[in-house]
């Protein structure tokens, strides 16, 4: 619980940096989210996932989520420019503001706190072989495809992909080494970090939600808009449904990757929207939505527990 609302009043933190420092404190979200993509990140993932078996049962799981994933963007696509009427940086923004997760900074933290060290494996996992290849290969394909602004061209974002990706090359490095590797006192080490990170990358989020809404010229909280309902739903409700609908008749899906499946929209969005020239407004919609809507959600789970 002390977890859940030290994430909570760092968002709000965030939000009132932004009021008093303006873009000072927008530069300084942006070098706290690179910091824990360079830092924390690959730490936490290699000592969680070192000795974590990836057996059968958790690959059929994980792919999933792939499958999952892909069917949610379809279905996005068709709502956006069908019923919804979006145009084409609008349709980039919803497809991506649906399945891009936050599970590296909410849902971790959030594991841990659920269910131990053996869903946080399970959940780095999930973090690693799905959600961070699907943010650099499919999300921002999606941007460069639907944006106003030229993008990347697919070998640049490959080369990135393989060569400047700290936490694939942690994975990489987890899946070859040895259990030896990671002794207890350096998994322990590891795991404090999952909690001391979400402040830190929820600080970020508050500060940049902030940042978009004065921009905008609108409140931190949105009016709830079809799009925005749409999304919100999408993303919260109909995604950790399809992925255990996907999963049932191959493989028990492991309770901590349902969670992973239903968390808010990930802050990343947010720059590849920025970068490629999608609707910046709608995206930042979709982060503040799902995210007020998961933290008493997160709040209330931890206390049942």
Avoid at 54 to 62: F, I, M
Avoid at 260 to 270: E, F, I, K, R, S
Avoid at 296 to 305: D, E, H, I, N, R
């Amino acid at each position: 619980m002390l977890a859940v609302l030290a994430v909570i009043a760092a968002a709000l933190a965030g939000v009132a940096a932004e009021r008093r420092r303006g873009p000072a404190a927008e530069r300084l979200a942006k070098g706290l989210l690179t910091f824990l993509l360079y830092g924390p990140l690959p730490i936490v993932i290699f000592f969680n996932l070192v000795g974590q078996d990836v057996g059968g049962g958790l690959w059929r799981a994980l792919l999933a989520g792939y499958v999952a994933l892909a069917l949610l963007s379809l279905a996005a696509y068709a709502l956006a420019r069908g019923p919804l009427r979006l145009s084409r940086p609008a349709t980039g923004a919803f497809i991506i503001g649906v399945t891009q997760v936050n599970t590296s900074l909410f849902g971790l933290p959030l594991a841990l706190s659920l269910f131990g060290s053996d869903g946080l494996g399970q959940a780095v996992a999930y973090d690693s072989l799905v959600t961070v290849p699907w943010l650099l290969l499919v999300i921002f394909g999606i941007g460069a495809a639907f944006g106003t602004r030229a993008g990347e061209g697919f070998r640049a974002r490959a080369r990135s992909f393989f060569l400047r990706n700290p936490p694939l090359i942690a994975v990489v490095a987890a899946l070859l080494a040895p259990d030896a590797l990671a002794p207890d006192v350096l998994v322990d080490a590891a795991r404090v970090l999952v909690y001391a990170q979400a402040p830190v990358g929820f600080f970020a989020v508050g500060i940049l939600v902030a940042a978009e809404a004065r921009a905008a010229g609108r409140p931190l909280l949105p009016p709830l808009t079809r799009p925005l309902a749409a999304a919100t739903l999408l993303r919260l409700a109909v995604a950790p449904a399809l992925l255990a609908a996907l999963a049932a008749p191959f493989t028990a899906l492991p309770t901590p990757l349902l969670l992973l499946g239903a968390m808010p929209t990930g802050v990343n969005v947010l720059v590849v929207a920025h970068a490629y020239g999608l609707d910046l407004p709608l995206a930042a919609g979709i982060v503040a939505w799902t995210t007020a809507i998961a933290l008493p959600a997160a709040a209330v789970l931890v206390l049942v527990a």
